[in-house]
């Protein structure tokens, strides 16, 4: 029995360690599709974008270079933060409101 749990410690240990630069990487491509997503929209050029386009390009660089020291944790904070903003980015590049994205501006029922 002893033997049987050294046996599966033994393979469950890498598996488990590569959670964070797993997880890093996966939110860091998350980002870079949305960031690509703005930058074909036009948000480095628009001047209502630009704000968040800028921010989401720092925060990504932020996250890479946490990666590059093992600070998987703030990395993934990083590049949760560029992918929130590129999509910001995105929006107003578009041209999209937050209230239209929501769906919560619907034209009203007429009244009887």
Not at 33 to 58: C, F, H, M, P, S
Not at 93 to 109: F, M, R, V, W, Y
């Amino acid at each position: 029995m002893i033997r049987l749990l050294g046996v599966c410690l033994l393979f469950a240990a890498p598996l488990m360690s590569a959670c964070g630069p797993m997880q890093s990487t996966a939110y860091l491509y998350d980002a870079d599709i949305q960031l690509e997503a703005a930058r074909t929209a036009g948000a480095a050029e628009k001047t209502d974008a630009v704000y968040y386009w800028t921010l989401a390009n720092l925060y990504i660089h932020q996250a890479r270079e946490e990666v590059g020291y093992s600070h998987y944790e703030s990395a993934v904070d990083f590049a949760r933060k560029a992918k929130e903003f590129a999509i910001k980015a995105k929006d107003k590049a578009n041209g999209i409101t937050p209230s239209q994205k929501d769906g919560s501006a619907t034209a009203e029922a007429p009244t009887p």
